[in-house]
């Protein structure tokens, strides 16, 4: 199940004078920052909400300057990496100027071109059906309570807060919105593919109900690309493409899918 989140943006432009006066906190954030875009990487149905113009004012305000002062190469390329990243979502420049974030997240130090960026990026989550998470970092966050926007109509979203040694986005995203295989008797492999009530049923190859091991098919899940309501991945140990089709809340069960019935677009990307 795919899953949008949103930065703080603080937390990769700095205030230049903050920094001087505690450059010590920096290198702790940047430890933080790291833990970020690691578990990031490792949940491959993440999305990064940010449009371009977005994008391209965080880059032309990084703090490129003091990362060469200070050495920390590591951190500059790893966010530059990151801010290049195609796993991200757009969104329209529409400007609600009675939404407002508590706490505010759009920060005087911001160029004005920023802060029209940061008020679009409010105005899209507090109106969107999606429910995005917002993650930030504990240098940046005092406090324990979730992001919260308003026009008069409260909303809350869900906030991740990235410290060592607490949950990341990766463990938020793995305990509460990823897809989970679920097997369905109905498919068990040792039943092969038959015919009942004029419907053909598939087993599914590559889950041995005897060991009851989800292992392979939740790998196979996690990379599964979407269309419409099911997931397909193709399963190359077995020769096949395996169909995901939701039955509870996140809860997948799955089956050998014949190619004929496969769209066209998922063999495309697939490469079949």
């Not at 578990?39 to 371009?52: E, G």
């Not at 989550?125 to 940046?140: G, K, L």
Request: proline letters at 3%.
């Amino acid at each position: 199940m795919e899953a949008k989140v949103v930065l703080d943006i603080s937390s990769v432009v700095w205030d230049e004078n903050n920094f001087n006066s505690n450059p010590s906190s920096y290198y702790i954030l940047k430890s933080e920052i790291f833990l970020f875009i690691q578990a990031f990487k490792k949940c491959s149905n993440l999305k990064f909400v940010a449009r371009k113009e977005l994008l391209n004012n965080i880059m032309n305000l990084f703090p490129y300057k003091i990362c060469n002062e200070h050495k920390m190469y590591d951190f500059q390329k790893l966010v530059l990496h990151f801010l290049s990243t195609k796993r991200n979502a757009s969104y329209t420049n529409i400007n609600n100027s009675s939404v407002y974030s508590i706490p505010n997240i759009c920060y005087s130090y911001f160029s004005t071109d920023l802060q029209t960026e940061i008020c679009y990026l409010i105005t899209e989550i507090h109106s969107s059906a999606d429910n995005y998470i917002f993650c930030t970092f504990r240098t940046c966050w005092q406090n324990n309570s979730d992001l919260q926007t308003n026009n008069g109509n409260p909303k809350t979203h869900q906030t991740v807060v990235h410290e060592e040694a607490k949950p990341t986005i990766q463990d938020y995203y793995l305990n509460n919105i990823r897809n989970v295989f679920e097997h369905s008797e109905k498919h068990d492999s040792n039943k092969g593919k038959r015919k009942e009530n004029n419907e053909w049923i598939y087993p599914l190859s590559c889950y041995d109900e005897r060991e009851k091991d989800t292992t392979i098919p939740q790998q196979l899940l996690d990379i599964a690309k979407q269309y419409e309501d099911e997931y397909y991945c193709y399963d190359t140990k077995n020769r096949t493409f395996v169909c995901f089709k939701r039955h509870k809340d996140n809860k997948y069960h799955g089956y050998d899918e014949d190619i004929k019935n496969v769209p066209r677009k998922i063999r495309e990307e697939f490469h079949k």
